[in-house]
């Protein structure tokens, strides 16, 4: 495997990415990108300079995985957005991987914290359908895990949560917010 950056004459690997934005989040996020147009839209934006657009390779040129960076303060905390494996090819360290990867790029970038927001727009954690504007830290202190919902992931790779945005994706649907110190 070989991580790269994307850019905008790899046409094949564009369309690649944007077809995997649909895959990888057709699942669980409804409001994700639901057809190949919205994913090169969003592939597209992800590749001008200031930003960091990543893309996990095999040794036949076939994208595995895909990986984004939008700086935020300064260039002080960069948003990582998106981050998406193909479906297939998950749980065998391609995502651990690209976020490592993404790590590099932005510490060389001087930045200093990575953050990244994670919805729960189906109960897949104990924060969705509960009110989060009571004992907000309580609940976060004793988040579950209910079905495989990416937390947990970046977690284990060291990020935080640092908040919640109750209701952001309707009634009982909330944004987890995560970070992590930049080493």
Do not use: C
Not at 55 to 74: E, F, M, R
């Amino acid at each position: 495997m070989d991580i790269k950056d994307l850019h905008a004459f790899d046409e094949e690997l564009i369309r690649q990415a944007a077809q995997l934005l649909v895959d990888a989040f057709r699942e669980h996020w409804a409001d994700a990108w639901q057809t190949f147009e919205e994913g090169l839209e969003e592939v597209r934006e992800m590749l001008v300079p200031e930003r960091i657009l990543r893309a996990a390779v095999d040794a036949d040129g076939n994208l595995l995985g895909v990986i984004g960076g939008i700086p935020q303060y300064d260039g002080r905390v960069w948003e990582l957005h998106p981050l998406a494996v193909q479906p297939s090819m998950q749980g065998r360290g391609i995502g651990r991987a690209l976020v490592m990867d993404f790590e590099e790029q932005v510490r060389q970038r001087g930045g200093l914290t990575i953050t990244l927001g994670t919805d729960d727009e189906d109960n897949m954690t104990s924060l969705a359908g509960v009110d989060l504007y009571e004992n907000t830290w309580e609940k976060i202190r004793d988040i579950r895990n209910l079905k495989r919902h990416p937390y947990t992931f970046y977690q284990k790779m060291g990020f935080v949560i640092t908040g919640v945005v109750p209701d952001a994706n309707g009634r009982g649907k909330p944004d987890i917010y995560m970070s992590k110190m930049v080493e």
